[in-house]
């Protein structure tokens, strides 16, 4: 364990204890706040060798750069989609594209991931940690290197700036 510190994950014991006094729909009880407190500190701290390591984040700036891309091209992107849905199906170009990634942290590249699948019109279709290679699928794509220029540019490089990442 963790020193000795009470809450061993202070956002899980808080959800804990919320989702207990929504199953037993009292908050009123004294007892069922004592009782749901005790067991979201209890569980979390027998519980605490299971729970994977969070990574330390290295720039909160950067967070909030790439949530900002992620909703701004979720927001375009949806304007896009819906014009080439409305368009002719024979003018769309869709492509494979193999994107190289540098992260090494696994959060990071689940965010990647995630990023390119929530904006519509791309998926990420597959994760290769060996090849550090993420394929993706393009509903419309003229140009394979500009989009992999711009998903390197708008989420790769804040990622890398939020983790710290080891060498490669």
């Excluded at 992620?70 to 003018?91: E, H, K, T």
């Excluded at 190289?100 to 959060?107: I, M, R, V």
Aim: aromatic content about 10%; hydrophobic content about 50%; glycine content about 4%.
């Amino acid at each position: 364990m963790r020193g000795s510190k009470w809450l061993a994950h202070p956002l899980g014991s808080l959800g804990l204890l919320v989702v207990w006094l929504l199953l037993v729909d009292d908050f009123s009880s004294v007892g069922h706040w004592l009782l749901g407190g005790f067991l979201a500190v209890l569980i979390p701290r027998f519980t605490q060798s299971w729970w994977p390591r969070l990574p330390h984040i290295r720039s909160w700036k950067h967070v909030f750069v790439f949530s900002r891309h992620m909703l701004v091209d979720i927001i375009v992107a949806n304007f896009q989609v819906a014009r080439l849905a409305l368009g002719r199906v024979d003018q769309l170009q869709p492509m494979w594209v193999q994107v190289p990634y540098e992260l090494d942290n696994d959060l990071a590249i689940y965010l990647l991931a995630s990023a390119i699948s929530l904006a519509p019109g791309t998926v990420a279709a597959s994760v290769n940690r060996q090849t550090s290679i993420l394929t993706v699928h393009a509903l419309h794509c003229d140009d394979a290197q500009a989009l992999i220029a711009e998903i390197k540019q708008r989420y790769e490089q804040p990622l890398k700036e939020v983790f710290v990442c080891s060498p490669q």
